[in-house]
């Protein structure tokens, strides 16, 4: 499994008691409570699967997980630290919920109708009268409005992003 097939939902921060289990952070609740196969840890630069025994929300951003065979303290302090990833196979998400949950667009490549390819979403700027997504094209950064009308296509599997912009807005950052 490649990191380009999968989307990161957060990082393990801690252990919790003695029984292998940790506390996830995540901005991604929703997907948390909906994992059906294994989650995908990040450990020296490779991801391993990690099937989940059981899970509880603590909060809205915070879950405590037990993985199988991981049944000791020791071995849970060795994830402390790791990403903790999805296969974007099994992850459908429609248009409306990425407007709700931008951020998960993070990672995913956007492109244009008349433009083309645009570059990488590095970034989700959250300003609650005009939210922006920040898209990398070479050096330079564009920022995009984020409305329904300009995002036409959200294929998650390819992670990609199609938008049908205004005419001239990407002149204005080139």
Request: proline residues 5%; negative net charge; hydrophobic residues 45%.
């Amino acid at each position: 499994m490649q990191k380009e097939d999968c989307l990161l939902i957060g990082t393990i921060v801690k252990v919790h008691g003695i029984h292998g289990e940790v506390v996830l952070d995540t901005n991604n609740p929703d997907i948390i409570e909906n994992i059906e196969e294994s989650a995908f840890l990040e450990i020296e630069g490779l991801l391993v699967p990690f099937f989940i025994d059981n899970w509880v929300a603590i909060s809205n951003e915070r879950f405590r997980i037990k993985f199988m065979w991981t049944d000791s303290e020791s071995v849970a302090k060795n994830m402390v630290g790791c990403s903790v990833y999805l296969p974007l196979k099994n992850i459908e998400l429609n248009e409306a919920e990425f407007a709700l949950k931008p951020h998960l667009l993070i990672g995913f490549m956007a492109s244009d109708v008349t433009e083309g390819e645009l570059g990488e979403i590095i970034d989700i700027i959250e300003n609650p009268t005009n939210p922006l997504i920040v898209i990398l094209k070479g050096n330079k950064e564009l920022l995009v409005p984020m409305h329904a009308d300009f995002i036409k296509e959200v294929q998650t599997a390819k992670k990609s992003v199609l938008f049908n912009l205004p005419k001239g807005l990407i002149n204005l950052y080139l």
